[in-house]
């Protein structure tokens, strides 16, 4: 079967029972066959809220503590969500991005990834546990925590599948997939089932803010197929490919 990446964002992990519902998610996945690897994102708001906090505190928080303080939203996420999973009779394991080999530079609050050394992921996935990631966050040369840039989980996905060879990085949100414009903003906003990342690109270059830019250059530079589709149903999404790839040649699209 196929090795699959999923990233569920803050707004399809907003409360318990989402996480719950996400949980079942990953299970049914995992038990049609696949190897499962997810990256997950803070719930809901957390990281605004966070960021409120250190403001009412310090008015210029030192940016390595403003990153030690935005890497605990996801800490949450990633160990309820594992606990969801083991309620629900299946075995995972979550890691933060420094455990996770997310190495960066020291750039708080906008680093990049220098390297992915997943290692302890692959062992989770060789005991047929779920690895769960948390997204946005890695560790400099110091031993700091770091994140990636506001919306950096998008980019810990893909980052993630592409170190671990995966078959498909796919992208879950709260819309039905890709639109023509912000479904939520333009009522007639058409799905577009597949696209190139280089449409994808002009797109996010130019407002809109489902994918991260950035996620989607380090996809199109390793040619990782991205599936963009809602938590909250089971419609097909929108599968991002370069030129010339067979959308329906991508795993678990059904
Ligand atoms: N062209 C577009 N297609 C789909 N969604 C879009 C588009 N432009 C903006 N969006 C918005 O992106 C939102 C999803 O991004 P975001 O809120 O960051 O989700 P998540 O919490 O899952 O990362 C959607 O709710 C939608 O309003
Ligand atoms: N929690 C971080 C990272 C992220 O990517 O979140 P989301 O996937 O919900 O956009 C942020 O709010 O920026």
Redesign the pocket.
């Known amino acids: 079967m196929a090795l699959i990446v999923q990233k569920?964002?803050?707004?399809?992990v907003a409360d318990t029972d989402s996480i719950k519902r996400v949980a079942r998610r990953i299970i049914e996945t995992k038990r049609k066959g696949n190897d499962v690897a997810v990256v997950v994102?803070a719930m809901g708001d957390t990281t605004d809220e966070l960021i409120d906090q250190a403001k009412e505190v310090d008015s210029q928080p030192p940016a390595r503590e403003l990153d030690m303080l935005m890497t605990a939203g996801e800490r949450i996420s990633m160990s309820l969500l594992a606990m969801a999973i083991h309620s629900q009779g299946e075995h995972a394991h979550s890691f933060t991005g420094s455990q996770a080999g997310f190495v960066t530079d020291a750039r708080y609050g906008a680093a990049h990834i220098r390297a992915v050394k997943p290692d302890r992921v692959i062992n989770a996935l060789h005991q047929g546990e779920i690895g769960i990631v948390a997204g946005f966050q890695g560790v400099n040369s110091l031993g700091d925590a770091t994140t990636l840039g506001r919306?950096g989980?998008?980019t810990s996905a893909v980052a993630l599948a592409v170190a671990l060879g995966a078959d498909v990085c796919e992208i879950?949100?709260?819309?039905d997939?890709?639109?023509?414009?912000?479904?939520?903003?333009v009522p007639t906003?058409q799905r577009i089932p597949s696209i190139s990342y280089d449409a994808v690109l002009e797109?996010a270059a130019s407002g809109?803010?489902?994918l991260a830019l950035r996620c989607v250059e380090y996809a199109r530079r390793f040619k990782m197929p991205i599936h963009v589709r809602s938590s909250f149903s089971h419609l097909p999404g929108t599968i991002v490919v370069g030129d010339g790839v067979d959308a329906n040649s991508i795993p678990n699209i059904d």
């Open positions: 569920y964002g803050g707004s399809s994102s919306g989980s998008d879950y949100t709260d819309v997939g890709v639109f023509t414009a912000d479904p939520r903003i906003a797109m809109s803010k489902v």
